[in-house]
Structures are given as C-alpha cells and as structure tokens.
C-alpha cells in the first residue's frame, strides 16, 4: 500500500461550522505533513508531525487545528474559517531516513 | 528566509519540441526534488537530486542539480500530450528539515 488517502475529497462549509479533514497512510512512514495550495500557486506547508509530535507550525492560524493520534492518521480540525482559507489541502507523509513526500489526492475546501 | 524560484511560469510547447524549466534557490540546498502535477490532480515526486553537478534520466527527462547545489534545471525532449502539468522544484536548505516548493512551472503542448 503506497496510498495516502484523504477524506473528504470536496467540502463546502460555511464561516460558523466545524469540520474535519482526515489523512491516513499505511506505509509505516513516521513524518506527517499538510499542506495548503491555492489555485495556480505552490503548495504551501503548514503543519508537520514527526512521530506524532508537532515540530514545525508554519504560523498557521488557531482556526486551523491539526491533530495526530497515531502513526497512521492525521487529522486538521476546522473552526470559523474565513472565505479566503478556501484552497486544496494536501496530506503528504515521508519514510524514515528519506527525503521525498507521497501526496494524497486533497480535499478541494470551499468557505461560504 | 528560503526562496525558490522557477520559471518560466508558463510554458506553451508543440508537440514533438523539446524545453527546460529552470529552478534557482537563494541558499544552498543539501537536496532538491522534482514533483509533476497533472491538472486536477496532487504533486507526484519525479526525482531527487543530492550531489554537486548530478546528472539524472528518466526516459524523456533529464534533470540536473548545480556545481554549487543553488541551481537545477529539467529538461523533456520530443514533448508529449501526457507531458501537460506543472512541474515543481522543491528543495530542503543545507542544515534544514524544511521542504519548500518553487513556484511551479505549467506546461501546456499543443498537439
């Protein structure tokens, strides 16, 4: 299983909702990431888990959340979210002792 | 803090053609790595380059990393309709964890 696979794949939620998107890898990779990426524009890194410890916060707004329970799932917890957070957000992971990074497909989030 | 440049942005090629993107970072990079995107799509690691002056193929593409490990460059020759996407460079600085992309360059062929 070389997959990392993101839940939702669309979400549209409005300013006062909470919502979850959920990441899960079963690779045994212990480097955990999200990423967010605007139309036509970079991924852009937010959060980086390292056996499920947070280690670099890209100074992302409270409203964005990110939780990791275990080695293979990856939470990022939505509050009150503003309309201009509407992007593709990205789950990638990375194995131990290697450098690249496995995307999963995203989840296209629409803020109303 | 780290940049990483590409460019061009866009790249509008002919079928059959041949072209190179281009990636420069303003610090020196003990790696760099190439994802492709196809539209709609996520970013798919291609490559990773390490050594000072690597070369690497992989059938139409040729990727290199500079003597001074700031620069890299990919080349597609004979460009094909499956070709169509953008191309990231993404380098991690010398002494760093972090991996941070270049702006992308987007390809799009004309049959």
């Known amino acids: 299983d070389t997959e990392v696979t993101q839940t939702p794949k669309h979400l549209v939620m409005g300013m006062t909702n909470k919502k979850s998107l959920k990441c899960e890898q079963h690779?045994?990779?212990?480097?955990m990431y999200w990423y967010k990426q605007k139309a036509k524009k970079p991924p852009e890194l937010m959060f980086v888990y390292s056996y499920e410890k947070l280690s670099i916060n890209e100074s992302v707004p409270s409203r964005f959340s990110p939780e990791c329970p275990n080695s293979s799932l990856l939470n990022l917890h939505l509050h009150a979210l503003q309309p201009e957070d509407s992007a593709l957000y990205l789950c990638a992971s990375r194995g131990t002792g290697v450098e690249k990074l496995f995307f999963g497909s995203g989840t296209q989030l629409s803020v109303l | 803090g780290q940049q990483v440049m590409q460019i061009p942005q866009y790249q509008h090629v002919q079928e059959g053609e041949d072209f190179t993107t281009y990636c420069n970072s303003s610090?020196?990079?003990?790696?760099i790595q190439w994802y492709k995107q196809r539209p709609g799509g996520h970013p798919v690691f291609l490559i990773q380059l390490v050594k000072s002056g690597e070369v690497k193929k992989q059938k139409r593409l040729t990727f290199q990393f500079g003597e001074a490990k700031k620069n890299s460059s990919l080349h597609i020759t004979a460009t094909q309709t499956t070709d169509v996407g953008t191309y990231f460079c993404a380098g991690i600085k010398a002494a760093g964890n972090k991996l941070t992309f270049g702006g992308g360059t987007r390809v799009l062929v004309k049959p």
């Open positions: 610090t020196t990079l003990s790696n």
């Open positions: 690779m045994g990779h212990r480097a």
